[in-house]
């Protein structure tokens, strides 16, 4: 089987840059600690570069390609491999797996919001985790301790998200004009938050985020006693003079678990519908 003879160049409209790097290929399946059993997605496969060596460590590899040219020339490369699946089509419209499945992708990085909000808006769905290459910058937004987007919040409540470390341009060709990143995304087995509770716990947040500058102590009193509020800062370790914006992931998980411990639901925030959409695209 060989990739050579397709000289297909990217896309550059969704920064598509296709891995060349053998070295990193090989780092990138031995991080992502893929076993015999697992379902894998390569999302964006191009041409077939993390496709192939997947295929001989997964049970069942799914290669996820929107362009007709590169998803026809892949299914041409795969179509004696019985244990993966090629399925042209933009992978934001594509149902995720009824199962549990870990991806492993050199992701189009115009797209990398809009991939990263597929896998991680809904917790309770079946993303296992997996490796992903991305542009270092948002590589560094998204793994920050300190957060105020309640939606990365969200994806650092319930998964670990870790740069594993940097990568060259040189990687890729063309290359692209960003230093990229290897991130590690890890399934947390008991996250302060549970998965179920996620629309809940993204109003909670967008509730008091959507001041960001507020102090904690007067933020905090919008929906909780005085009393409520001394108890939380003391035990969450939260400065109150600080703004919410510099409250940690898990000093938020300790809040919205105290709102639900001693506030009645119906005085709990609730999502405007503009947002549901965004955070759950699938109700």
Known sequence: MTIKKYTRKP???TGQHFLCDHSLINQLIEAAEIKNRDLVLDIGAGKGALTLPLSGKAARVLAIEQDARLACMLKELFSKKENVTILEGDFRKVPVPDEPFKVVSNIPYAITTDIFG???DSPSETFDGGVILMELGAARRFTKPVQSNPRIIGWNTWFDLSIVRSVCRKSFSPPPKVVSAMVKIDR???PAVHPDE???YIAFLHFFLSLPQQRASPALRNLFTRNQVKRILTDAGI????PV???TTSQWAHCFNIMKK??????HPTLPGKYRKLFFPAE
């Open 11 to 13: 896309i550059r409209f």
């Open 118 to 120: 597929r896998l991680m």
């Open 188 to 190: 947390r087995p008991n």
């Open 198 to 200: 996620a629309c809940g």
């Open 239 to 242: 400065h109150p003079q600080k």
């Open 245 to 247: 914006k510099a409250m």
């Open 262 to 267: 001693l506030l009645p639901p119906e005085v």
